[in-house]
């Protein structure tokens, strides 16, 4: 063998060697991240896996970066998706306390501060065994009822899904919400029923509120029950609900709810003009619901006798379905009749009633909740009086459900334990009533008449 051919044999063996040696880093490198992945929880997409470069894995890493940015990008416009699709649904508002879990959760976080969340966090670790915390790792490392809304896409990546659900759900506040993205799915109507049925059957306090396609995947949105609730508290109204941002500062100043009527109860009032500026707002308005009542008194009688505001800064508007009343107020300046036939049935079924000293036309199709709500949310101000009575604690209900109640500033409201129909009031009792108003938000007085 001539020193040539063995000069060239030793070339190609180290040749050989070299690139046998590349390929085994390589395979190294491709081995070792996965594994890092489950000892520490190492998101890849965060940007801390780039420390781990290895001679001559250049090439992958670059392309390893490139498929982790598109998809870090997807997962952003995932998230975004997610939230206008709540947030279209009131389900969801900025100030949430929110998590996210799982894969693309580093990416999640992102989207949601970029969408102006700010207390946001975010979970990922190998969705099925830490070597770390030597358990499923599905068993957050989050105190109970932490977190407003709760975001993850892994329920289909993980080896005991039932695990994911009830972590999610033991973290969630009462009355917070989860979203769970599953697929890809079919986009016929059944597909969404078999998506929802695995989480709907792992919930043990919350329930399946939404189901849509979202992106060729399913969202599956939940919300965790709320805890000893009262009969208002059970309405989600929307996230800008001004009466309720407005009040909520203030609520600790409202008078005490008293069991018995007090002496001169109308001085001991916390008018709410007593702590908000009202002189800059320019539409005030004031609706009273079931004026008969005031039929036989003077027009400034019937007004608050020590509210901060003169009623004529108002726009009056008294609400009956008398026309007695009607006939009485007509021609009285100031002052707007608003015919509601819908309140007789009050005094259909109140056993007192005298028909023919209270009558009533027939409804001719005026549409009373559209006249209530286009007359409150063009106003600045708002005060509304009623009394507990069967329409109109119904009316109040459907304020609630409508999130109409949001424009209403303050409520004084007459009631009794009994209806006219001798049926108890929502809540049980009135207590109860007002109890449930204010822990709603509503400033709400106890209204004893004069």
Same mark, same amino acid.
């Given at each position: ?35 890092? +992945? %489950? ?32 998809q870090y990008g997807g997962n952003r416009n995932l998230t975004t998706s997610v939230v206008k699709e709540l947030m279209g649904k009131n389900m969801l508002n900025y100030s949430a306390k929110a998590l ?13 501060? @970029? ?72 986009? @016929? ?22 189901? !849509?396609?979202? $992106?060729? #995947? ?15 508290? +059970? ?16 609520? $600790? ?42 039929? $036989? ?58 028909? @023919? ?29 009623? $009394?507990?009575?069967? %329409?109109? #604690? +119904?009316?109040?209900? !459907? ?9 209403? !500033?303050?409520?004084? #409201? ?31 007085? +106890?209204?004893?008449?004069?």
């Amino acid at each position: 063998m001539d020193f040539k051919t063995l000069k060239l044999m030793i070339f190609h063996g180290s040749l050989a060697r070299r690139v046998l040696l590349r390929a085994l880093m390589v395979t190294t490198a491709l081995s070792i991240v996965p594994l890092l +992945q %489950v000892i520490s929880g190492l998101d890849l997409e965060s940007g801390y896996a780039s420390s781990f470069i290895f001679p001559g894995t250049f090439a992958f890493s670059k392309a390893w970066g490139s498929f982790k940015m598109v998809q870090y990008g997807g997962n952003r416009n995932l998230t975004t998706s997610v939230v206008k699709e709540l947030m279209g649904k009131n389900m969801l508002n900025y100030s949430a306390k929110a998590l996210c879990v799982g894969e693309g959760s580093m990416s999640a976080v992102m989207a949601l501060k @970029d969408l102006g969340f700010f207390d946001v966090h975010g979970v990922y670790r190998h969705p099925f065994f830490s070597l770390k915390h030597k358990k499923f790792i599905y068993e957050l490392d989050y105190e109970d009822k932490s977190y407003d809304f709760v975001l993850s896409r892994d329920l289909d990546k993980v080896s005991v899904p039932a695990l994911l659900v009830l972590e999610i759900e033991r973290v969630l506040k009462p009355g917070g919400i989860g979203a769970i993205l599953i697929g890809p799915t079919g986009s @016929d109507p059944t597909s969404l029923i078999r998506s929802a049925t695995p989480v709907s059957s792992l919930l043990k306090a919350s329930i399946v509120v939404y189901v !849509d396609h979202l $992106n060729e #995947l399913t969202l599956v949105v939940f919300e965790k029950k709320l805890e000893n609730v009262t009969y208002f508290e +059970q309405y989600r109204l929307p996230a800008d609900c001004p009466a309720m941002t407005n009040n909520k500062a203030i609520m $600790n100043h409202i008078e005490p709810l008293m069991e018995v009527k007090p002496m001169e109860f109308e001085e001991n009032i916390a008018y709410l003009p007593e702590f908000v500026n009202v002189s800059s707002k320019q539409r005030l308005v004031y609706i009273d619901i079931g004026a008969s009542e005031h039929m $036989n008194s003077n027009v400034s009688s019937w007004f608050f006798p020590s509210y901060p505001l003169d009623h004529k800064a108002f726009d009056v508007y008294f609400v009956d379905h008398n026309i007695s009343v009607m006939l009485s107020y007509i021609k009285r300046p100031g002052i707007n009749f608003v015919y509601y036939p819908g309140l007789a049935e009050n005094r259909a079924t109140s056993s007192s009633t005298n028909r @023919d000293s209270d009558p009533f036309l027939e409804d001719e199709g005026f549409d009373f909740q559209l006249w209530f709500k286009d007359t409150v949310q063009y106003a600045d101000y708002v005060v509304l009086k009623m $009394n507990a009575g069967d %329409v109109e #604690l +119904q009316l109040l209900s !459907d304020l609630f459900e409508s999130g109409i109640i949001c424009f209403i !500033d303050e409520l004084f #409201l007459h009631c009794s334990d009994r209806t006219e129909s001798g049926q108890a009031v929502k809540g049980g009792d009135c207590m109860s009533l007002f109890k449930s108003l204010r822990r709603a938000g509503v400033y709400v007085h +106890q209204w004893w008449g004069v």
